[in-house]
């Protein structure tokens, strides 16, 4: 099973908005509404920040929201701040799991 | 609190074995995934496989398959990752995180366990 396809790098200003998205086939991403997204900090472990597509657990900024059209989904972070410069990888279900590749955000 | 935490690093030799460990504390273990996740140097996440701790069913990546074991022991509420023979490139962070069997989510994770493989 490939994995998911997200841009390798984004960036934005402070305050501004950006989007990563996560393609993936009507087999993954197009059949399940089961996407989540994962913060990784250089040196640490990763951390839940969306899951089934656009929900957040508790505890993570409403700055994060996620959607899906077809078969992408995308993580938006509105508000950027410098503490949201990290490594996104996105995840999906297709009977079985499969990453994307991950995008690295940096906040100019 | 739910916690995974990890065993330490490790240094290993070319074709030696090695378990290492996750143990899950705060929720009742048997009533969640836990998955295991391969980072290599300065590479993406990589999802290894699977463990349903309450009857053991397991599920590998074909990526994993007949590379690694996974396996649990619900008594002491760990999880393990082991290789018989290892390699070069199973030099890589392995984390362990809970996983939703319903949502599909892996929350929290270990703090990962860096396997070093070097004659």
């Known amino acids: 099973q490939s994995a998911l396809t997200q841009p390798a790098s984004v960036s934005g200003s402070p305050g501004q908005s950006i989007t990563i998205s996560c393609t993936g086939t009507s087999s993954d991403v197009g059949s399940y509404n089961l996407v989540s997204w994962y913060q990784q900090h250089p040196g640490k472990a990763p951390k839940l920040m969306i899951y089934e597509g656009s929900k957040r657990p508790s505890g993570v900024s409403n700055r994060f929201s996620g959607s899906k059209s077809g078969n992408t989904a995308s993580l938006t972070i509105s508000g950027l701040q410098a503490e949201d410069e990290a490594d996104y990888y996105c995840?999906?279900?297709?009977?079985?799991?499969?990453f994307g590749g991950g995008t690295k955000l940096t906040v100019l | 609190e739910v916690q995974l935490v990890q065993s330490g690093a490790e240094v290993k030799k070319p074709g030696e074995s090695l378990k290492i460990s996750c143990k899950g504390s705060g929720y009742s273990f048997t009533s969640y995934w836990i998955g295991w996740v391969r980072q290599m140097p300065g590479k993406g996440l990589e999802w290894m496989g699977i463990?349903?701790?309450?009857?053991?069913?397991?599920r590998y990546s074909p990526s994993f398959q007949g590379q690694v074991t996974i396996s649990a022991d619900k008594s002491i509420s760990t999880a393990y990752l082991q290789w018989s023979s290892l390699k070069a490139s199973d030099t890589a962070m392995y984390y362990c995180a809970r996983h939703s069997g319903v949502s599909r989510w892996f929350d929290p994770w270990g703090q990962g366990t860096l396997v070093t493989v070097s004659s």
């Open positions: 995840c999906s279900y297709a009977g079985s799991r499969v």
């Open positions: 463990i349903y701790p309450g009857d053991s069913d397991t």
